[in-house]
T-cell receptor
Framework: KQEVTQIPAALSVPEGENLVLNCSFTDSAIYNLQWFRQDPGKGLTSLLLIQSSQREQTSGRLNASLDKSSGRSTLYIAASQPGDSATYLCATPQGGSEKLVFGKGTKLTVNP | SAVISQKPSRDICQRGTSLTIQCQVDSQVTMMFWYRQQPGQSLTLIATANQGSEATYESGFVIDKFPISRPNLTFSTLTVSNMSPEDSSIYLC??????????????FGPGTRLTVL
């Protein structure tokens, strides 16, 4: 059974700093891994999806990497802004299904 | 991509009552998923809803408590029955990509924030 862990649970940084969020998974036979952003009390916004055959994906200031052999993915945020403050979740499908297994998230605060 | 709307966006309910949450997608999809997010926790899948068949429930969730309807390929409802304060959560519906099992982006609705007094 797939398990997903995110460390740290919370992170506070000054504006402008580059930062890395971590996601680890127990079963390396994944189909893909997806990063989401969640604002307080709101739904999820998909940020990036990395297919199992890919090493990284980029969107603007965001870069997500995937290392299946080590069971890890990272989300790199460049030049952080206060508007980046949110909880970031990673998730991967359970087995061969579309059912997602989520980590508990990293709550990011970017201080002006 | 898929655009998903949910109704209501939030509600405050009395214990013992029921609430039906609606999920509408702007395109036809085979499977729709219902997740629960309890305060301070991550998302947990409640059930998978396929059009024309009974929903498939995850361990710990039962049809009597969370009945689901899926009348067509763009719409689903989740009912939270006989509510207690422990049901206070954000309920989210999602749809998977069209590329097959686990091969594409999943999209989520804005969520329904339920508070049970």
């Amino acid at each position: 059974k797939q398990e997903v862990t995110q460390i740290p649970a919370a992170l506070s940084v000054p504006e402008g700093e580059n930062l890395v969020l971590n996601c680890s998974f127990t079963d390396s036979a994944i189909y893909n891994l997806q990063w989401f952003r969640q604002d307080p009390g709101k739904g999820l916004t998909s940020l990036l999806l990395i297919q199992s055959s890919q090493r990284e994906q980029t969107s603007g200031r965001l870069n997500a990497s995937l290392d299946k052999s080590s069971g890890r993915s990272t989300l790199y945020i460049a030049a952080s802004q206060p508007g980046d403050s949110a909880t970031y979740l990673c998730a991967t499908p359970q087995g061969g299904s579309e059912k997602l297994v989520f980590g508990k998230g990293t709550k990011l605060t970017v201080n002006p | 991509s898929a655009v998903i709307s949910q109704k209501p966006s939030r509600d405050i309910c009395q214990r013992g009552t029921s609430l039906t949450i609606q999920c509408q997608v702007d395109s036809q999809v085979t499977m729709m998923f219902w997740y629960r997010q309890q305060p301070g926790q991550s998302l947990t899948l409640i059930a998978t809803a396929n059009q024309g068949s009974e929903a498939t429930y995850e361990s710990g969730f039962v049809i009597d408590k969370f009945p689901i309807s899926r009348p067509n390929l763009t719409f689903s409802t989740l009912t939270v029955s006989n509510m207690s304060p422990e049901d206070s959560s954000i309920y989210l519906c999602s749809v998977g990509g069209s590329g097959g099992a686990g091969s594409d982006t999943q999209y989520f609705g804005p969520g329904t924030r339920l508070t049970v007094l």
